[in-house]
Every structure is written in structure tokens, then in C-alpha cells.
């Protein structure tokens, strides 16, 4: 879709998911007022009849807002209003910074595990599990296109689980599961910081080559690539300017 400009400059319109315009809408609400700290939003029938948009659509834009600190889900309860603050960059790298220690921890635990998991996951993958993560992989390539930050979130853990599973060792799925649990706030703030995915989605694709061809030393390289540009980015964030 295209406008025409005064100037007669032909400018591309960008799409905005609707998920992302549900979530803005929800969030300018908070920001303005209209929903107080601590205040149950509506029932979500009623938040869905109101913007006038799918459940499933209303869901994906809640966990969206759960992730970015602006509300809690409760099981059972609702949704709450958790913070009325608007989450800029300044806010994000705020953020950055006070979790900074334990990223750094959570992520000297991944480079030093997960390039080998890679190594065994190449070699003891089978073809269907080899064939289940580049249908991950290409996931996350369309989940980029869409902008959509949970859907990343969801997915970048989505991949690096495939290959823990495919390490066959209950006691690295274990690890796995703990780390996710620690690394959930982290991964979709890093994604929102970021201006895009393409690095990531480059670095996943070479992942998932080496794996799927079965190249355990290639797949360990191509691992231990991405945690250290991952680390970087973290060091890149949290460093006063």
C-alpha cells in the first residue's frame, strides 16, 4: 500500500500487526489513567468487544504487555495493572542495567553448556527432530516480518529447547528448563531493544545447518558465535554512556 505525498514522494505504508495495536491500545489506557496500579482491567470478553478484535489476538497482545512489565496475568483472576510508567529506551536500558548480574551469570551458563549441546544435538538429532527445528527457524523468520516481540520470545526459546532435546540428556533438559524460566523477561526486552532480528535469524540459520547436517564441531562454532554476540549485546546495553 502506498500514499501519495505533497511532494510527490511515493512513501510504503507499514503494516502494524494487530496484535501490537491491541497492546498500544491497552497500554495508552495505562499510561493515561483510565486503568490505576493494582486495578483489574476489564473481563476479556469485554476487552475483546470493546476493540472489537479475536480472543486469540486479545491473548497474544496480553502476554505482550505481561512481558513489558505493564500488567500481571493471574490465573484464574485476570489481568492486573502492574506499572503506569511508559517503557522507553531509557527505561528498557534501566532495566538492562540492574538485571545486568544475572544475565551475565545466566549467559556464562549458556555458552558454556550450550556449544556443547549443540555438538551432541548434531549428532544425535534424528531427521525429524532435525526437520522440527528449521520449521522453528523459519517461525521465527515470519515472526520478524510481523514484528511481532512475544511471538520471538516464544519462538528464540522454542529453538534453543529443540536442541537441548535433541542433546538426549534428561539432566541438560532440566537445565534448560530452569534457564528458560530466568531468561523469559530478558529475551523479549532484548528483542523490543533491538531494531530488528535479521543478526539473530542469521546466526540461528547456521545453527541449525550445522546441526542439520550433522557437523558437530560446525554446530558448536555457530553456537558459541551467537551467546558471545548475545553477551555483547547485554555488555553494549548496560555500559554507561
Known amino acids: 500500500m502506498i500514499v501519495l505525498l505533497s511532494d510527490n514522494i511515493m512513501k510504503q505504508i507499514k503494516r502494524i500487526p494487530v496484535t501490537k495495536q491491541i497492546s498500544d491500545s491497552i497500554k495508552d489506557s495505562i499510561i493515561k489513567g483510565q486503568f490505576k496500579v493494582g486495578e483489574k482491567l476489564p473481563a476479556e470478553k469485554n476487552l475483546c468487544d470493546l476493540l472489537g478484535v479475536s480472543r486469540s489476538s486479545l491473548r497474544e497482545a496480553m ?22 510508567k ?6 528498557l536500558k534501566q532495566w538492562f542495567r540492574k538485571a545486568a548480574p544475572t544475565l551475565e551469570e545466566y549467559t556464562q551458563v549458556r ?3 550450550e556449544p556443547q549441546i549443540a555438538y551432541l544435538a548434531a549428532l544425535n538429532g534424528t531427521l525429524e527432530e532435525k526437520e522440527k527445528l528449521s520449521k522453528i527457524h ?11 516481540t512475544s511471538k520471538l520470545a516464544s519462538i528464540d526459546e522454542e529453538f534453543h529447547t529443540q536442541i537441548f532435546d535433541m542433546a538426549k540428556n534428561s539432566v541438560f533438559y532440566q537445565i534448560n528448563e530452569f534457564l528458560n524460566v530466568g531468561l523469559r523477561p530478558y529475551r523479549i526486552r532484548s ?3 533491538k531494531a530488528d532480528s535479521q543478526n539473530t535469524i542469521e546466526e540461528h540459520y547456521s545453527i541449525c545447518e550445522a546441526i542439520n547436517n550433522g557437523d ?10 551467537h551467546l558471545n554476540k548475545s553477551k555483547s549485546e547485554i555488555q553494549d546495553i548496560t555500559k554507561e554512556t
Open 86 to 91: 511508559p517503557h522507553d529506551y531509557e527505561s
Open 111 to 113: 555458552v558454556t553448556l
Open 138 to 148: 523459519e517461525s521465527f523468520v515470519e515472526a520478524e516480518k510481523e514484528k511481532n
Open 63 to 84: 502476554k505482550e504487555l505481561q512481558a513489558q512489565g505493564y500488567i500481571e496475568l493471574r490465573v484464574g483472576r485476570g489481568a492486573f495493572v502492574s506499572d503506569d
Open 191 to 193: 528483542i523490543a531493544f
Open 216 to 225: 558437530g564441531e560446525m554446530a558448536k562454532v555457530a553456537m558459541e558465535r
